[in-house]
């Protein structure tokens, strides 16, 4: 068995590594370098507990067993998940998290003796209220999650689901809960600790059932910040140095994140731990698409125009992901600069459906990181850019965010692509992006539309070129 104060030391030295690991991923460089950093904290981390037990007994073989099954499948989800499913495979991952935090809350309370928290009855006023806490977030975690998946996953519907005081019932549930805590720590009686987790487990639903699709990418966010909360209650309750440093830096960070997305989507940050919002009219359009001509062009034209420009931006949106067409951009992109064309990259923080979504793809077509610009490094450029070639983006490209205070969209900083001399876009059809509005920049006057599937839409063009 190891030692207290080794134990201890190696726990540091994880948690260290967690820290350099969120350092790299902050930035697609050092992100592959990140990923060993937390890698090898993680291994060190599972070691450590292990040794620190001692005697499993039987129980041993158990672990084993379930660390080879659980390790397994997470393995072959990993090889197997497409590029375009990872915001609601994050969605899974974040609801087993908050699962795990109940389930060790739920056992620390049935057996306090395992985890020398007391006795039956009598368990210590401190670690009952972490354990309260870590049960309570973890399942809204667990419960929001499955409804963020649903919804990612198109098993249910990406739009707000409402209701008349719906605000006035969470926070009614918010303050049972807190009651609820408060006399589990004087009687400690089981049925209130039960009810604790029930009520939690339906707050997660109903915090996000409200959210509306266009902003899922936050709700992966937060719940990415719950989950990491949990983790670190469930720590205290446990008293793993590990654990609670790592919930920690899950929670700060994605707590962080999460803020910085609002920002860049002009919402509330209380909002969204409230939930609830996002849910505006979807129909604020004022005219139909029957009403509005648009100007079809082909691969022909768009090669044209792209071959005679000094200057293009590329803008990748979700479409891009479905069709997996990053490296036929990159080939396009190549090609195009044979020919002289500068070539650049914009990403609005929210392209996708969770954030870093389109650097990771274009990453993965080995595109040269100075060549990728965030939303307020690039936006001053559309404005002297030839063409923009919009591949599969829809509401980060949206006029009507600055000029219709109805839509769902509105205040959300976007993309200047209107501003250029011609735009080019990608799409199958005018059917609306995932916020359920038109698009206005479909029908502007220097906007061509290319309706096809992005991939072979791109690949065309490369043979024109």
């Known amino acids: 068995m190891m030692s207290a104060n080794l134990s201890a030391l190696f726990y540091l030295v994880s948690g260290i590594l967690f820290i350099l690991a969120l350092r790299g991923l902050s930035s697609p460089e050092t992100s592959r370098q990140g990923n060993y950093f937390g890698i090898t904290g993680m291994v060190i981390a599972i070691l450590v507990t292990f040794f620190s037990v001692g005697n499993f007994g039987t129980g041993f073989i158990y672990v084993l067993i379930f660390l080879f099954i659980g390790g397994s499948v997470g393995a072959f ?29 739920i056992s620390a309370f049935l057996q306090p003796e395992v985890f020398n928290l007391g006795s039956s009855g009598n368990i210590k006023l401190a670690s009952l209220i972490e354990m309260s806490l870590g049960a309570a977030i973890g399942a809204i975690t667990f419960s929001g999650s499955i409804i963020a998946f649903l919804k990612l996953r198109g098993i249910m519907s990406g739009a707000p689901i409402t209701f008349k005081g719906q605000h006035f019932i969470n926070l009614f549930l918010g303050i049972i809960i807190l009651l609820l805590i408060y006399y589990l720590c004087r009687s400690q009686l089981s049925n209130i600790f039960w009810s604790i987790v029930l009520i939690s487990f339906l707050i997660g639903v109903l915090l996000i059932i409200p959210i509306g699709g266009a902003d ?17 209650g469930i720590g205290f309750t446990l008293e793993n140095s590990a654990l609670i440093i790592t919930g920690a830096l899950v929670g700060s960070s994605g707590a962080i994140l999460s803020y910085i997305m609002c920002k860049g989507m002009n919402r509330s940050f209380f909002n969204v731990i409230l939930g609830g919002w996002g849910a505006t009219d979807q ?27 000094s200057s293009v931006i590329i803008v990748p949106g979700y479409g891009m992901a479905v069709a997996q067409a990053q490296h036929a951009l990159r080939e396009m992109v190549d090609a195009l600069k044979k020919n002289g064309v500068k070539v650049s990259y914009a990403i609005h923080p929210v392209a996708g459906r969770m954030p ?18 965030e939303l307020e490094e690039i936006n001053n450029d559309f404005a002297n850019c030839d063409v923009a070639y919009v591949i599969g983006a829809n509401d980060v490209t949206n006029p009507v965010a600055k000029t219709d205070p109805q839509s769902p969209i509105y205040g959300m900083p ?18 609306p992006g995932y916020a359920g509005i038109d698009n206005d920049l479909f029908y502007r006057d220097n906007t061509l539309m290319l309706f096809a599937d992005a991939k072979k839409m791109t690949e065309e063009i490369v043979k024109n070129l």
């Not at 936050?218 to 909360?229: E, P």
């Not at 870093?356 to 610009?373: I, Q, R, T």
């Open 414 to 431: 976007i993309l200047d692509v209107e501003k250029s001399k011609s735009v080019l876009f990608v799409k199958r059809s005018l059917s």
């Open 283 to 309: 129909n604020s359009s004022s005219q139909t698409k029957e009403q509005k001509p648009v100007k079809n062009g082909n691969a022909d034209d768009a090669a044209f125009l792209m071959k005679n420009a």
């Open 216 to 232: 899922m990418p936050v709700v992966i966010s937060m719940l990415n910040s719950y989950s990491g909360w949990a983790a670190a």
């Open 356 to 373: 870093g979504h389109m650097n990771v793809l274009l990453a993965e077509a080995n595109v040269p990181y100075d060549e990728v610009f």
């Open 77 to 105: 989800i990993a090889f197997k998940i497409p590029m375009t499913a990872m915001p609601e495979l994050v969605a899974g991952f974040h609801s087993l998290v908050g699962l795990a935090a109940v389930f060790v809350a």
